[in-house]
Structure formats: C-alpha cells, structure tokens
C-alpha cells in the first residue's frame, strides 16, 4: 500500500500560482502512476493531470493544458502540479493518487490510492 499526503493549497488571486505537492509512504514510489484530480462544489471529480512512473510521459485534462505542470521526484517520493495562469474555475479540492499499472489512466476509478485533498480557492 501506499499513503498519500497533498499540501500547498491555498486561496490566490486569478492569474496567479500555486504549486500542490503529494508525499507518498509505504511501498516503492517509482513503482506506481500518479494522478491529479480535483473536484468542485456541485460536481463530479475530474481528470487533471497525471505521470508516469519514470515521469517520461505527462497527460493533461484540455481544461489545463498549457497553465499546470505535473512532476515528479522519485527520490523524495513526492509528486507536484504547478499551477500557472489560475482561474476562479479552478477552485476545488484537488486530490492526488497512485496506481500500479502498467499504462497511465485517466479515469478516477482505475487509482487505487488516494490522498485526504487540499483546496485550492482562485478569487477573481
């Protein structure tokens, strides 16, 4: 098993940064996908970004692309989104999680693991 712990929420002004990190514990980091996913008031959790386990290949929800960066540091068992060019849109609760598979997927229901959440609140 694996635990996840997201920090760096936070409330900024649009067109501002924040940048969210996970800490995992428990087994081998490099041996799982990570994912971002976040969920607003009202709605459904939804895809963000996510990595592979070596972090060769990134994949992003259109809705960020080009504004968040996913990364990943496999000797401090940390994974990180940056992000850039915030929008009050942005506003949820953003959740990292861990999946041991061998392809990267995009959908909250194929990750394991997940983390308690941090929010992230963009003002306009």
């Known amino acids: 098993q694996v635990q996840l712990v997201e920090s760096g929420g936070g409330l900024v002004q649009a067109g501002g940064s924040l940048r969210l990190s996970c800490a995992a514990s428990?087994?081998?980091?490099?041996?799982?996908?990570m994912g971002w996913f976040r969920q607003a008031p009202g709605k459904e959790r939804e895809f963000v970004a996510a990595i592979s386990k070596s972090g060769g290949r990134t994949y992003y929800a259109d809705s960020v692309k080009g504004r968040f960066t996913i990364s990943r540091d496999n000797a401090k068992n940390t994974v990180y989104l940056q992000m850039n060019s915030l929008k009050p849109e942005d506003t949820a609760v953003y959740y990292c999680?861990?999946?041991?598979?061998?392809?990267?997927?995009?959908?909250?229901?194929?990750?394991?693991?997940w983390g308690q959440g941090t929010q992230v609140t963009v003002s306009s």
């Open positions: 999680a861990a999946e041991g598979s061998w392809y990267v997927p995009q959908r909250d229901g194929e990750y394991d693991y």
């Open positions: 428990g087994r081998t980091f490099s041996s799982y996908v």
